[in-house]
């Protein structure tokens, strides 16, 4: 029954699409539920869990000190009042121990990931409130699965819905450790990512606009690390977080570097 009805709910998509050949980079064409998102998420976590391999995450027991000082900032954030899903998404943190890569990922769902590598880059906790807003951003807008939508095309998304497509997770979670996501994101959601996370921050204790830093220290380093070839070129981004952050009333927050530091020194 739950499939005859989902399959009367794309009908209307696949007469449409059926029509339109040419597919604009921004148009938003998003046929998962919220529900779908959450399961599809459950589904990425465990391959990623799994592939211990290219995901060594930091076990959460052994290193509740780390852990502690992400989930301060993370509740932080959801207690700003401006993520719409933040009671509906689990939003679960974790850290990949790779310091040689800087980056990090969110999935359908709100889980997100954070390598050793990006954390041990920045310089205050509110640089980092900044990277894991706007990753929190691109699961709130929904983005994931509206490129999923995009980048796999109708019958794949069908099988997906309809659960025939077990292999697609185990696919995603390779695309997401080769840097190659699929989950790359149109510059028109970057753009809109980076506009939630100052929305997130500016009611907290950080300073909103002190994600620019981060953007700024992406630029010195001398091997372009993985969140730029994903993401793109910051020049236009500062502007517009500028924008953003005046717009609500330009009053800074809080950096607080000394917390950051502790943050960083309970990484092993
Ligand atoms: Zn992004």
């Not at 509740?64 to 009042?81: E, K, M």
């Not at 979670?173 to 939630?196: I, K, P, Q, V, W």
Request: hydrophobic letters at 40%; one cysteine or more; charged letters at 20%.
């Amino acid at each position: 029954m739950k499939t005859l009805n989902k399959l009367y709910y794309l009908l209307p998509l696949i007469l449409m699409l059926t029509f339109s050949s040419c597919t604009k980079e921004d148009s938003s064409i998003n046929i998962f539920s919220v529900d779908d998102d959450i399961a599809f998420g459950q589904q990425v976590d465990a391959e990623i869990r799994t592939n211990t391999q290219e995901f060594p995450i930091l076990d959460s027991a052994s290193n509740a000190n780390a852990y502690r000082h992400l989930y301060r900032v993370r509740n932080t954030i959801l207690a700003s009042g401006k993520v719409y899903y933040a009671q509906r998404f689990s939003w679960k943190c974790r850290i990949i121990e790779n310091d040689s890569v800087v980056n990090a990922f969110c999935i359908p769902g709100g889980n997100m990931y954070f390598y050793t590598g990006l954390i041990k880059l920045l310089n205050t906790e509110a640089e980092f409130a900044g990277v894991m807003a706007h990753e929190m951003a691109h699961a709130d807008r929904r983005h994931s699965t509206d490129q999923l939508t995009k980048a796999y095309g109708l019958q794949i998304i069908l099988g997906i819905v309809l659960g025939t497509n077990p292999s697609l997770a185990a696919e995603i979670a390779a695309g997401l450790a080769s840097g190659l996501s699929t989950l790359a994101f149109s510059r028109s959601n970057e753009y809109e990512a980076d506009e939630y996370a100052v929305k997130f921050l500016y009611p907290t204790e950080y300073d909103a606009e002190n994600l620019k830093n981060f953007f700024t220290l992406l630029e010195g380093q001398a091997h372009p690390p993985t969140f730029l070839s994903t993401h793109p070129s910051p020049e236009d981004r500062l502007v517009k977080i500028t924008e953003v952050f005046t717009s609500l009333g330009g009053v800074h927050g809080q950096t607080f570097p000394e917390r950051y530091q502790e943050f960083k020194n309970s990484l092993p």
